[in-house]
């Protein structure tokens, strides 16, 4: 079962190589699972029974499921549908020497950049189209190994593997082809799209890794792709939701925009999505405002983004006991700033679940002389004040476009979502 799950994670993913791509495959999926499609521009007519799903700009996805008896608690999992990478800025082409032609990117997020080097890369995102005196959003993939970021030889730097700090408008422009070439960027785009050149007005495209998500080990017990943080936290927490009862309380799959920028956009966990989704749920039902801040004070989210395992090269970087490792479990993540929203409370809640539904679980703290990252809960939380523990799966290698993680985790955490919304 661990395999299978992982297979499919990984199937997920390949489907999935932007913000973008990953809402349109929830959709796909839950649509098919009767989940139905609201716009947040109509009147919601939201009935006990029904099972729906919003999204906003395109890149964040909040479903949720109503049981019949209505409930009044919300059970929220949120995790987040962007990885760190390099966007396409705007007139991208730059010819070198008359010889080559390469593209102009700038940083989306904070990533590793070395692993960006010398892999086969593509571009997908979303153009913006006129068409018939209308505009249109269409979503772009260019499903083949398009690109590519040549390091430059030892011979010409030989202190390189003492250390090299990278500048991205110098070092990490990808080669797309030959000058001259009638390939244009820009024509390439438009085919992919399935549309003319110049009924392009916009785009909003990013680079992503080619190279094929794997299960490998001594013992196939580990899992790599690129996008794991969060996309590996989404899928559980959507596949526990297409899983799980929903019958105790109102069922909240939520993901967000924009987590590795901060979250402060109208599609990320600063923006009132959440809140507003929540707001219209109550008051479809039928709900005043005050019932809205009752249900909120007896509902409960879990802020899925992934965590960092011990690193087998780099043991010293992890806190002297609080040590998550790959394959045992579900990681619950502290942190006295308040980075991390978990406390005593949200920790038990969540403990309880893990062992309701079976599924190891394992703490992570970082060392006291560390800042570590920050996620999607606490911010969250300013918007809808509900008690929240942070969690995540424990990986390596986090914002590598090539990421690694436990294969048997992913199940761990599909069935305490499962469990959580029973
Ligand atoms: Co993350």
Redesign the pocket.
């Known amino acids: 079962m661990y395999y299978e799950t992982a297979e499919k994670l990984l199937t997920f993913i390949r489907k999935s190589p932007t913000a973008f791509h990953a809402v349109d495959t929830m959709k796909n999926i839950l649509a098919e699972q009767g989940f139905q499609e609201l716009s947040e521009k109509d009147y919601w007519k939201l009935v006990p029974g029904g099972q729906y799903m919003v999204t906003r700009n395109n890149s964040a996805l909040i479903a949720f499921s109503i049981p019949e008896n209505a409930p009044h608690r919300f059970h929220i999992m949120a995790s987040?549908s962007d990885?760190p990478t390099f966007k396409i800025k705007e007139n991208p082409e730059i010819t070198v020497e008359k010889a080559y032609v390469k593209l102009n990117v700038e940083k989306y997020g904070g990533m590793l950049m070395s692993p960006w080097f010398d892999r086969p890369l593509s571009v997908a995102g979303r153009v913006v189209v006129s068409e018939n005196g209308e505009i249109k959003e269409k979503l772009v993939d260019i499903d083949r190994d398009l690109l590519m970021i040549p390091s430059l030889a030892i011979h010409m730097n030989r202190e390189v593997n003492s250390g090299y700090a990278y500048n991205p408008q110098k070092d990490l422009l990808p080669l797309y082809g030959t000058a001259g070439t009638e390939e244009t960027f820009g024509k390439t785009i438009a085919e992919a799209a399935g549309v003319r050149e110049e009924d392009i007005l916009s785009h909003d495209l990013f680079l992503y890794s080619r190279t094929r998500g794997a299960v490998w080990g001594a013992e196939k017990e580990f899992v790599s792709a690129g996008r794991l943080?969060?996309l590996q936290c989404a899928f559980a927490s959507m596949e526990g939701l297409l899983s799980g009862e929903k019958k105790k309380s109102i069922a909240v799959h939520c993901v967000m925009d924009n987590?590795?920028v901060g979250s402060g956009t109208k599609q990320g966990a600063a923006s009132t999505f959440l809140k507003d989704t929540l707001l219209r749920i109550n008051s479809g039902l039928g709900r005043t405002y005050e019932e809205y801040l009752m249900s909120l004070a007896d509902s409960f989210m879990i802020s899925a983004?992934?965590a960092h395992a011990l690193h087998p090269n780099y043991t010293d970087m992890t806190d002297p006991v609080n040590r998550p490792l790959l394959n045992k479990g579900i990681v619950i993540k502290y942190n006295a700033n308040q980075k991390y929203c978990t406390d005593a409370v949200s920790a038990a809640r969540f403990k309880d679940i893990c062992t309701r539904a079976e599924v190891p679980f394992q703490t992570f703290v970082n060392r006291s002389d560390m800042a570590g990252?920050s996620?999607l809960g606490n911010i969250s939380n300013t918007q809808v004040p509900v008690n929240t523990v942070d969690i995540?799966l424990p990986q390596l290698a986090?914002h590598s476009p090539y990421e690694t993680a436990g294969v048997k985790d992913t199940y761990s955490l599909i069935k305490a979502a499962e469990l959580f919304f029973e």
């Open positions: 987040h990885s943080d969060d987590e590795e983004d992934n990252g996620t995540g986090m």
